[in-house]
Nanobody, 122 residues
Framework: VQLQASGGGLVQAGGSLRLSCAAS????????MGWFRQAPGREREFVAT????????YYANSVKGRFTISRDNAENTVYLQMNSLTPEDTAVYYC????????????????WGQGTLVTVSS
């Protein structure tokens, strides 16, 4: 499966962005989808995941209540709505897909997109 993330950019603290990740190559609803991020000088970290149907979601504590993951299986796209952004959210954001179990939500992703840069200014 090929994943293409988009929607990153420069935003002021307190602002919002919506990231999109378009998938192609396989039946989208076969995949559990996730978002990860990597800040400069730091390891990649889990952000959020969503089940195949979209009925289950799971978030990192650092984004819970501010970010919302969703998916449109008809459009083969997963989204990450990011609100109340802070400079600590500055990172390259990656979408990922896995064919295995939804659990554990942070692990075992098979495919990764190329990343989209989010920069939050103070």
């Amino acid at each position: 499966v090929q994943l293409q993330a988009s929607g990153g950019g420069l935003v002021q603290a307190g602002g919002s962005l919506r990231l999109s990740c378009a998938a192609s190559g396989r039946t989208f609803s076969d995949w559990v989808m996730g978002w990860f991020r990597q800040a400069p000088g730091r390891e990649r970290e889990f952000v959020a995941t969503i089940s195949r149907s979209g009925s289950s979601t799971y978030y990192a504590n650092s984004v819970k209540g501010r970010f919302t993951i969703s998916r449109d299986n008809a459009e083969n796209t997963v989204y990450l709505q990011m609100n109340s952004l802070t400079p600590e959210d500055t990172a390259v954001y990656y979408c990922a897909a896995k064919s295995g179990s939804y659990y554990p939500p942070k692990l075992s992703y098979d495919y990764w997109g190329q990343g989209t840069l989010v920069t939050v200014s103070s």
